[in-house]
């Protein structure tokens, strides 16, 4: 018997909620994975059609042409608080924004804190890439110290510019955050990890059990000038340390919950 | 119905809720927190969303989200608070959805006082935020017309997709007067086909303004400007006093206007054969009747509580053919009758011109009284 | 060992960052030097098929969800 004859199964596929589209993100962004497990997310739920996410400004400002879901476009930041119209207005629709790290950390931080503190039950998946990709690689709040962006030439000097802002930490303080977590896409198993995440998020949304965030340690190989292998290994060595991967904020309820 | 002794930031809010407000965010500021602190009590008891934001600049943002929708949603704040939400209204016009907002307006600029103001004229009337786009503008003079003016700007909006602006002065605002309100209407029960809702069968709705290919956005561009043409042929309002005979015509809006309508009556009684054109809609302008006064008067006073912002738009409907004079007090002082009755009395006794600029001649007048 | 499974890349999708590549744990994967996409890359695909377990590693680092996974189901086909 030739291979040609054995039946097969089809373990892993391109999932339905993901647009046809090709994306207009560099190769090896990790951006087009967030993407792929936030749509595998939505499909195994089947959630597809009672879902309504809002895109942000950044690299993923043309997020919404990706998924084959209900869209709204924020302005930079504003995406919690777009998502927090929509959702108190459709209570049973699940809400998700989809968030970089200047949208959220820097312009957006009262939005986010806003929305946290409520304890708005919307789900907020936050790419943490160390630098403002769309355009063109500035320093943003979690650039690490000593690294050079096109706003921090020589490295980022903590007298002149400050401190990375660790986000999962700053919103785990919050009594209204039900579920903060901290993951990467570095490699497969953090990827499985992360895929994880994702779905209680959306379950913790589903059982209504308030705001929930999950930050993912991503690459950007066009900004940080290294090939994509090369960025994984430097979200290994340098991001991990100072943005530690974990769960920051489990809820009671939330806890109990995924037992 | 029975009318009720109520103050206008309330009465606004009650009638906005008789409306079919669906959902409300906003956030505390001088003076018209009487607004929010209603509907903070008002829209939990009827089972529709309340949100007291972070900042203007959050509640702009919910309301945009809200608007994607289709449901009707207002949020409500004063200058310095509306100037933060120019991001936000520049965003729901580029993407062409429906909501209301309630400007009352305070002294400034800057922080400014609580006092009332009509100094929010050009940030309001001439869009504000960045980008091409208009927003209809109305202008009530009294509670009564505040209320009458809220369930209009919510039909409005949602006829036209244009963001429909209620601009009251500080003063309309904190006053109390006998208002009726309307009868509930139900909450709608259809949303438009453009909103958000959940892509049922493969059908997905994209709500953005986000158009990289400029000629594409021009295409934008011109729909919206088609839409305001059809907006001002269809939407224009307007409240004529003792215009049949007119020889001099006060313009103003809002408490400016009613100062000036008890000026022209004092006038009328001196033997002055003047009138007052209030408009009620700011945007779109009543070009057409000032037009047609300019025909017929001979001369135009224009009273606003700013520094003579209608006045241009005034002026360029008149365009130099007749004299346009402009009495204006500034900074969240409210002016007396017996201000604008002295500036009535003066154009129709002293030689005028077409020459030069009445803001000019005011500001010199001006100086002199504060001394 | 006879293969276990083996995979498809959709070269429409595939930007040759090289994440398959690197992480297959058989060596499955190159990309391929003798041909171009549409959008002008060289896109992954299999040199050493019958290596390749169907573990689906590849296609969960794929950042463009470009890769199908297969697996044998040998005991459906002896039955």
Redesign the interface.
Known sequence: ?T?A???????????ES?DDR??H?????????AH?LV?EVLDEMGI?????G??SVGCS?FS?NYF????????HG?AP??????K???PD?FVFTYQGDGDLASIGM??I??AAS?GEKITVIFLNNANYGMTGGQMAPTTLPGQKTTSSPTGRDVNRQGYPIQTAELLSTLEGASYVVRRSLH??RE??RAKQAIRTAFEVQKAGLGFSLVELLSTC?TNWAM???EA?EWVEERMIPVYPLGDYKVSAAVAALKK | MTKQLIKGNTAVAEAALRAGLEAYFGYPITPQTELLEHLSARMPELGRPFVQAESELGAINMVYGAACTGKRVMTSSSSPGVSLMMEGLSYIAGTEVPMVLVDVVRGGPGLGNIAPAQGDYNQIVHGGGHGDYRMIVLAPASVQEAVDLTALAFDLTEKYRTITTIMMDGSIGQMMEPAELPPFQPLKEEVPDWAVRGAKNGEKHLLTSINLDAPAQEVMNVRLMTRWEEIEANEVRWKGYYLDDAEYVVVGFGTAGRISLSAVRAAREQGIKVGLLRPITLAPFPAEILNELTEKVKAFLVVEMNAGQMLEDVRLVVRGRKPVEFFGRMGGVVPFPDEVLTEIKRLATEPLTTEGHPRDRWLARLRETLG | MPAKGYIEVNELYCKACQLCVTDCPHDVLALDMDHLTPKGYHPAHMVNPEACTGCGICAVVCPDAAITVYRYDRQKAEA
């Open positions: 018997m291979l004859d054995v039946p097969t199964k089809v373990v892993y596929s391109r999932p993901l090709v994306t993100y560099c190769p090896g962004c990790t951006h087009g994975i792929r749509a597809v059609e009672n879902t309504i809002v895109a400002v919404y084959n879901v209900d869209f709204v476009e924020a302005a504003r608080a777009m998502a927090t119209g929509i108190r207005v459709y629709h009262g939005e804190v806003g409520r490699n497969s990827v499985r190989p090939t994509p292998v994984r």
